[in-house]
Structures are given as C-alpha cells and as structure tokens.
C-alpha cells in the first residue's frame, strides 16, 4: 500500500552532485552556505524529519562524499543511509543512488538540493495520486511570461501558453515504475518524470509553490534566504 508507513517503504533520493556554475562560488552549489549551513543541509533535515519518508540517498558532488556524510551526522539525519558520487549529469546522479534502494521499496521521491525550502504539504501531496493508480506525481507551477522559440538571436515562433506549467521537485513515483524508466537511455532527461513519461508511465500534477524556487544564481540564493 503507498504511503502505508511501512518500515523502508518510502525512499528520497536528493540530487545534490551538481558543480553550481552558474551559482559561481568556489564550492559545488550544495555547498553553497544558506543562513550559516550548507544548501544540502535543508533537503537533508526537511526529508530527514518527514513523517513520509523512511529512508535517505545523497548523490554528492564528486570529492565531496565525506564532507555530506559529516553534514548527515552533524544534523542527526538517522534515515540518510548512503552518500554515492553523483555522475556527469543529473540522471546519471539520480541513477547512482536509485542503485542503493532496495527491491523492497515501493515508493521512491527524487529532490532537488537546490531547492532548500521544501516542506511536509508538498511531501504528503505527492502521495494522493499515486493512491490513486498514477505511476508518478510532479509539483507543476504556472507560467508567467510569454513563452519564444528562439534561434540565432531572432524569434522564431511565440509558443502557445495554453497547457503550459512548469514544473519542480520533489516528484514521486512507484518504485518499480521508476526503476523501469531508469533501465533504458537516461540521455537529455531533465527530470524523472521525463523518463517515466517516455517509459510509458502516467505522471499526475500537483500544486507547487513559488518557494520550491530552484537556487540557479546568487540573487536566487539571496531571495530563498530571505524566505528562510
Ligand atoms: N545535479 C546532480 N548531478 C549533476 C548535475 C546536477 O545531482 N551532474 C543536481 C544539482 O545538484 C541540483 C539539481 O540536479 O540539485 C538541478 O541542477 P542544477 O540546478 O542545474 O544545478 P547545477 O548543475 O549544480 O548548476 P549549474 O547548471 O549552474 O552548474
Ligand atoms: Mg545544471
């Protein structure tokens, strides 16, 4: 049954292996200091005190699998059951630590750790429809701006809105679905629900919240420290 509470039932995996160019600091993004702690420690704690989840995998920067283990221990996060090296690219992150869950999972949530501020209602909102029958749940957002097809500095076309959202993390599948998705090319997936969509799975929306802002720049790292 999802979300039944079932001793290691629901697993979260945190994406955190990114360098954080854009970002710009002398550290990977994860590492990036938020109101005096690393960025990765708010996913860790937030996840780590989630009546949902059981069980925690940290895809870590390359050479900076210690330093997460420590932050783990230091926050007393006692579900963070493995730091793996993250790899090239955010699916190939996602699928090292997908290969620390157990086959006795049946629900596994993928997360961002550039996006600090999440919380228990978005968590416990991605379980509904997969009560439901759906493989996969997506917090989606709405899109302000008019949306272009750009090439070579020109506009090429204006993109119709309409049936437009975008959308964030944390996203939550069955665990076999997204086993099932990752077993094929990850290649040019931005997110799980990409894979599971192209895998055949059905992805259900839900709410997502303008705070589960993605930390991409440091003005976005000044505006989610003001939200702290
Ligand atoms: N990510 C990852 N492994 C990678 C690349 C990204 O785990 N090889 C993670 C990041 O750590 C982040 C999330 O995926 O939590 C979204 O990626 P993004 O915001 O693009 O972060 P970075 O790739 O670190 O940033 P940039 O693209 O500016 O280098
Ligand atoms: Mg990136």
Redesign the pocket.
Known sequence: MVGSGDVGATWALI?????????GMDR???FAALGGRPLLAESIDRLDRSEVVDAIVV?APPGWEEPSILLAEELAASKVVACVT?????A??VAAALAEVPEAALVIMVH???RPLLDEAHLERLLVPLAEGYDGAVPVVPVADTLKRVRDGAVVETVDREGLVAAQTPQAFLAATLRRAFAGDVDGATDCAGLVERAGGRVAVVEGDARLL?V?TPADLALVESWL
Do not use: H, N
Not at 86 to 90: E, F, S
């Open positions: 994406a955190a292996a990114g360098s954080g160019e854009r970002l990977p993004k994860a895809a993250g790899g090239a690219t955010r190939e992150s961002d750790a550039a993605k991409t």
